[in-house]
């Protein structure tokens, strides 16, 4: 899977990337980049991709990606309007010595940590007002927010790491984002393995082991995700029927539904709701 490598302009004045990025630029293919990412989700929601990770995002999230995971957010649907703000930097701003400091013990830990994590910050409610004046600070300000930042990520909050291996193979020819496109667009529908291998100009064995080469899954298990997590989306409407969620996920019957369901989630579709109206 060979995401774009991007690289955000960086601002004059300023060692590291501190920007809103607001629908269409939000919308953005697979990708990965060399600089560590703080990503708040100031408004939308829909599917997140984070190296191995699939599920979702929604308003007030916050995640921390390591360098080189790659990653995909992709709205709910084409019209919904979503904003973010990206905070990038390439650890070798702070040199070859700053960083051993003892005193940022906890910060080099996490930047060395190449993984993808969701941030609850709910004890430290003021972190998002933090990173937000990243945007817009300059000067000693700018960099001593970013280190008080990670410095709150790295002891004061409660992370949750999403990813589990790391993807060190890509696709050089943009084949694994057809696939992602025509998956989210389609997982509705009877999605066979070799029609998929078939569009990427493969047989089906190879697309498998191409796919689980360059995702650390399967594609049957990478589709079973998608559905589930546009599950977990409906299951939040009371007034939709359970009997009416699995024909719009992709699944002929209620039985396989919820066999898969609770594979991914660990309880059946209608304890996830329960648990939901409980919260």
């Known amino acids: 899977m060979r995401p774009i490598v991007q690289k955000l302009p960086r601002q004059e004045f300023k060692s590291f990337v ?3 990025l607001s629908t269409p630029l939000f919308e953005t ?5 060399v600089e560590n990412e703080v990503l708040y989700i100031q408004e939308g929601f829909g599917t997140a991709i984070i190296g191995d990770f699939v599920g979702e995002f929604s308003t007030g999230d916050l995640f921390y990606i ?3 995971v790659p990653h995909w957010f992709r709205k709910a649907h084409k019209d919904l309007f979503c904003s973010v703000v990206v905070i990038q930097f390439d650890q070798r701003i702070f040199g070859h010595t700053f960083l051993k400091m003892p005193e940022l013990a906890e910060v080099r830990k996490l930047i060395k940590l190449n993984q993808g994590m969701a941030v609850d910050y709910s004890s430290q409610p003021e972190l998002v007002k933090k990173i937000q004046q990243l945007v817009t600070t300059e000067g000693f300000e700018h960099i ?3 280190l008080h930042a990670l410095h709150t990520i790295g002891t004061k909050t409660q992370n949750t790491t999403l990813t589990n291996e790391p993807i060190d193979s ?6 694994i984002d057809e696939v992602l496109e025509y998956t989210f667009n389609h997982f509705h529908q009877n999605i066979k393995v070799d029609e998929v291998a078939a569009m990427a100009k493969m047989s089906t064995s190879n697309f498998r082991r ?3 080469l360059n995702t650390k899954k399967s594609y049957s298990g990478f589709l079973k995700e998608i559905r589930i997590a546009h599950a977990c989306k409906l299951l939040k409407d009371k007034n939709v029927f359970i009997s009416q969620i699995f024909h719009e996920c992709g699944y002929r019957n209620i039985t396989n539904f919820n066999r898969q369901f609770k594979e991914v989630k660990g309880i059946t579709p209608s304890a996830y709701r329960a648990e939901i109206y409980r919260s």
């Open 18 to 20: 501190s920007i809103t």
């Open 66 to 68: 390591g360098s080189n």
């Open 210 to 212: 191409f796919f689980k």
């Open 29 to 33: 293919p697979w990708h990965r980049h």
């Open 170 to 175: 890509f696709d050089s020819k943009g084949i």
């Open 144 to 146: 001593g927010i970013l």
